[in-house]
């Protein structure tokens, strides 16, 4: 059996993965890395998680990169999350440390292609992946293949302009802005049920919104349209501009499914021109957290017949 090298790196998250050439995830390697290391302390992870999985034999590897890739020439373009990225040449690198071949993938569109070759999406044509957590990331996949525009990057709809005011859609949209609406809605009606559930906390307050919106808070079902109706008028664009047959959701505000989601399909039409009636439909991802580790081991398998020289 062939085995494949799946690796995620975040802001500071650091995850990498044993899988089959189905993409099943058999073996998992996980770390905590110190912001104060940089980019450095990072690479120092992957070349333990590759020394970890040497028992497997891994014949290629695939990397879902947190920032704007530069997938022709296999380089970090930068990371706004961490230092110790910019310009650096992660696929050349890493094939001479492995002596295997590597792909890059920025996470978003890493996460499109798990979704949609193997996840929500499987079997359709043009599928749309937007993750909604820490930040606001998008990926077009079409025909099984991650679409690209020129670099550094493509899709980003969470640094698409949510108004005049210089505001964008991820400060609108993503988890710490429904984090952010809750603590100020907390602030004003400290005996609500969500005042309650979150009390303490400053920050990831927004996986309590589903609790509060069932035990019939009705300001958590106001945070909710709001926040709603806001990712509704962001995935307009996303119609008007790439028009996919569906929209999957991942990210941690997709832990709240259907709840999240059937209010952003009451709101998109209102967004969009009739002509481009009927709308896709948005719906939340089915691989949860492993949606970039599965992504980077589908990419590892298209990089099993590259030549570690090839640029």
């Not at 058999?26 to 980019?39: F, M």
């Amino acid at each position: 059996m062939n085995h494949y090298l799946g690796i995620e790196i975040g802001g500071t998250k650091f995850q990498a993965v044993i899988g089959d050439s189905g993409a099943k995830i058999i073996d998992r390697y996980r770390a905590i890395v110190d912001k104060e290391l940089g980019g450095e302390g990072i690479r120092k992870e992957i070349l333990k998680a590759i020394k970890y999985f040497d028992r497997y034999k891994p014949i290629s590897i695939g990397l879902g990169f947190g920032g704007p890739v530069d997938f022709e020439n296999g380089k970090i373009c930068t990371s706004h999350h961490i230092a110790g990225w910019n310009n650096f040449p992660l696929v050349p690198w890493l094939e001479k440390e492995s002596g295997l071949p590597v792909k890059v993938e920025n996470d978003a569109n890493t996460g499109a292609l798990a979704e949609a070759v193997i996840g929500r999406g499987k079997g359709i044509e043009r599928v749309f992946f937007i993750t909604l957590g820490s930040g606001m990331g998008g990926g077009m996949v079409v025909g099984g293949q991650i679409y690209h525009g020129e670099k550094p990057g493509e899709a980003e709809i969470g640094m698409a302009i949510f108004d005049r005011d210089g505001r964008t859609m991820e400060s609108e949209c993503c988890g710490w802005s429904v984090d952010r609406k809750i603590r100020k809605f907390t602030e004003s009606d400290p005996d609500s049920v969500l005042a309650k559930l979150t009390e303490g906390m400053n920050g990831g307050e927004a996986k309590f919104l589903s609790e509060a919106i069932r035990k019939g808070d009705l300001g958590a079902v106001s945070i909710l349209d709001q926040t709603a109706d806001n990712i509704a008028f962001a995935l307009s664009y996303v119609v008007l501009l790439f028009h996919p047959k569906i929209i999957v959701i991942g990210g941690g505000l997709s832990l709240m499914k259907e709840t999240l989601t059937s209010r952003i399909n009451i709101f998109l039409p209102k967004y969009v021109v009739k002509d481009f009636h009927p709308l896709p439909e948005v719906t939340t991802a089915n691989l949860g957290e492993d949606v970039i580790c599965v992504g980077a081991l589908l990419l590892a398998k298209s990089a099993e017949n590259k030549s570690k020289f090839e640029k």
